[in-house]
Nanobody, 123 residues
């Protein structure tokens, strides 16, 4: 089993940056692929970034490509999401999650979830 705890959310002006962290615990953390999702009020949870268990492969939807970067440090059991050039439409609760599925894109493919961290981008 893997426990995930997100941090780093907050209020930022449009054009600004934030770095989210996801601290993982559990013996098998480093064998899982990881992902970040976001959910705005009244909307479905959407995928924003994924990274392979070894960190050598990353993938993003077009909505954040070039602005968001996912990375991981398996020695620290932590996954990061660097978010640059933030826009008001990036406002949401951000979740990290783990999966055994390669190139997973949907919430249903991810097994373990954190509690989320709020990101608010003001215009």
């Amino acid at each position: 089993q893997v426990q995930l705890v997100e941090s780093g959310g907050g209020l930022v002006q449009a054009g600004g940056s934030l770095r989210l962290s996801c601290a993982a615990s559990g013996r098998t953390y480093s064998s899982y692929n990881m992902g970040w999702f976001r959910q705005a009020p009244g909307k479905e949870r959407k995928f924003v970034a994924g990274i392979s268990w070894g960190g050598d492969s990353t993938y993003y939807p077009d909505s954040v490509k070039g602005r968001f970067t996912i990375s991981r440090d398996n020695a620290k059991n932590t996954v990061y999401l660097q978010m640059n050039s933030l826009k008001p439409e990036d406002t949401a609760v951000y979740y990290c999650a783990s999966t055994n599925v390669s190139w997973a894109l949907t919430a249903a493919e991810f097994k373990y979830w954190g509690q989320g961290t709020q990101v608010t981008v003001s215009s």
